[in-house]
Every structure is written in C-alpha cells, then in structure tokens.
C-alpha cells in the first residue's frame, strides 16, 4: 500500500530534549516536506525537499533541522525543543511527474 | 511570490444545504490546483484536483472548476452532510515556482442534522 509513514504518531518531551520525528515513503517520491498546523495558523511550512541532498527553508524553519541523506527518509529533528514547537506535525510527499502530494497521519507533539 | 487565498471560516450549514468555499490564488505560469480535507483527528487527504484551465475536478458530490481568468478555484456542493463536517484547505503547485506546494489556510466546515 502506498503511504507515508510519520513516526511517533503522539510524543511528549522536554524543554531541550533532542527529538526526531521520522517520516517515511514507498513510493520513490523526489519531493518531501515537514509542515505544522497550529490552531488558527494553517498549515505552515517548516522545509521542503526536491530530492536526495536537496533541502530548502518553507515559512517557518527556525528551531528545525532536516537531512534527506536517502530518497524514502525525512526526518525532522529538533536538536532543542521549546513550548512554543508543541504543534501538529504532518509531512507529505509528492512525485515531480505527479501532481499532487500524499500526506501522513499526524505527529502531535507537547514540549512541556 | 505564489499565494492562496481563500474564505475565513468557521462555516456552518445544515444538512442538505449548498456549499461553496471561495479560493484565489496568485501564481506564476500554470499551476496545478488542489482541494484537500481533513477530517476530525486525521490527516489530509485529496480531495479533488485540476491540472489546467477550464478543468473540472470532482469527487464525492464536490466540484470544482479552474478558472484562470479569475483565478479562482471555488468548492461546491450541492447538497452537504453532517459526515462533510471538516477542514478544506485549497493548495497550489506551480512548475515555474520550484514545484513547491502553497496551501491556503483552510476553512472549518460544520454540517449540522
């Protein structure tokens, strides 16, 4: 089955607790990408990638990091997390051929 | 840069009413047009898309037309259920724009019995 793999799918942790949200794909994607939705804000764009190696900032990249080292991974690390990063997480993939981007189910994450 | 636009929810209706949720956007080139829902504690899923002008995308009961005089990507539905209650967000990607995705930042839709 054709899907994209967010994982934890429910995380609390620590002011300045490194964290990695995982997030994988089966199906050979060249684009990735980490957003936050927030109520009220939308969905906001944390960053995005074009392919392996390839890494851009979205809207909201402070505090985040992210590597695309292979084509099915993208990980999305918080090497300090802050309250303020408590948020719903979703990444999302897309083929460059495709239109449209496939989406997983959802980290929610509490920084306490 | 490229944008999306579309009306401020929260909207509520009753079941059986007609829908529409306005969605503009701002693009360079000819983007690729998209509505996607997310429904209480889920995901987003696709909904329905359209790939050029004067397309028409549907799925279960909405439609939508891509209108590049307007720029417009309206939703609709002629007759809604209290099971459409969720959030619709209308999202472009432009091939001229790094193929990145621009969501619009959705709108709550309540359907009450």
């Known amino acids: 089955e054709a899907q994209v793999t967010q994982n934890p799918r429910y995380l609390i942790t620590v002011t300045g607790k490194k964290l990695t949200v995982t997030c994988s794909q089966n199906?050979?994607?060249?684009?990735m990408s980490w957003y936050r939705q927030d109520p009220g804000l939308g969905l906001r764009q944390i960053y995005y990638?074009?392919?392996?190696?390839?890494?851009d900032k979205g809207d909201v990249p402070e505090g985040y990091k992210v590597s695309r080292k292979e084509k099915r991974n993208f990980p999305l690390i918080l090497e300090s997390p802050s309250p303020n990063q408590t948020s719903l997480y979703f990444c999302?993939?897309?083929?460059?051929?495709?239109?449209?981007?496939?989406f997983g189910q959802g980290t929610r994450l509490t920084v306490v | 840069g490229n944008s999306v636009t579309q009306m401020e929810g929260p909207v509520t209706l009753s079941e059986e009413a007609f829908l529409t949720i306005n969605c503009t956007y701002t693009?360079?080139?000819?983007?690729?047009l998209f509505w996607y829902v997310q429904y209480p504690g889920e995901g987003l899923q696709l909904l329905l898309k359209?790939?050029?002008?004067?397309d028409k995308g549907s799925n279960k009961g909405f439609e939508a037309t891509y209108r590049k005089e307007t720029t417009s990507f309206h939703l609709e539905k002629g007759s809604v259920q209290v099971s459409d209650s969720a959030v619709y967000f209308c999202?472009?990607?432009?091939?001229?724009?790094?193929?990145?995705?621009?969501f619009g930042p959705g709108t709550r839709l309540s359907v009450l019995p």
């Open positions: 999302a993939s897309s083929s460059s051929k495709a239109t449209e981007a496939f």
């Open positions: 199906m050979n994607h060249e684009y």
């Open positions: 990638s074009m392919n392996v190696e390839v890494t």
């Open positions: 693009a360079t080139g000819y983007p690729s």
């Open positions: 359209a790939t050029k002008a004067d």
């Open positions: 999202a472009l990607r432009s091939y001229n724009y790094g193929q990145n995705f621009v």
